[in-house]
């Protein structure tokens, strides 16, 4: 399948914009809420060698709820030999993280009729 275009419309219903909460000791959330989110493609489907589809799909959502969870795995030896000046570094925070998990869901989103 190849996907010739893509067009997101809606875009400047934003209602809600969280970024990086934390939840727990070692899980950050994120979530945004929408009014409304459309999403349209134009696609090439390949059946066989010889045989080729075109399609347009479009998918309407009405308060769309998006959540993203990311949860870390730190080793907390490495991240205790760092010095104060490597705390503000991204790389040398990325470098104590082991393990990453990301977790995504969608709540209450219905379709748009």
């Known amino acids: 399948m190849q996907i010739l275009d893509l067009n997101l419309t809606e875009l400047n219903t934003w209602v809600d ?3 990086l909460n ?3 000791n ?3 959330e ?3 809420l929408m009014e ?3 999403i349209s493609f134009n696609f090439n489907l390949e059946l066989d060698t010889e045989e080729k ?3 347009k799909m479009t998918i309407n959502m009405k308060k769309p ?3 993203l969870l990311l949860a870390l795995v730190v080793n907390i030896s490495r991240s205790s030999e760092l010095k104060t000046a490597q705390l503000v570094d991204p790389a040398c925070l990325l ?3 082991e393990r990453v998990k990301i977790g995504n869901y969608f709540s209450k989103c219905k379709s748009k009729k």
Do not use: C, P, Y
């Open 17 to 19: 914009f969280d970024w």
């Open 22 to 24: 934390s939840v727990g």
């Open 30 to 32: 994120s979530h945004t």
């Open 36 to 38: 409304s989110l459309r």
């Open 65 to 67: 709820d998006f959540r």
């Open 95 to 97: 470098g104590t993280i």
């Open 53 to 55: 589809k075109n399609g």
């Open 26 to 28: 070692f899980s950050l």
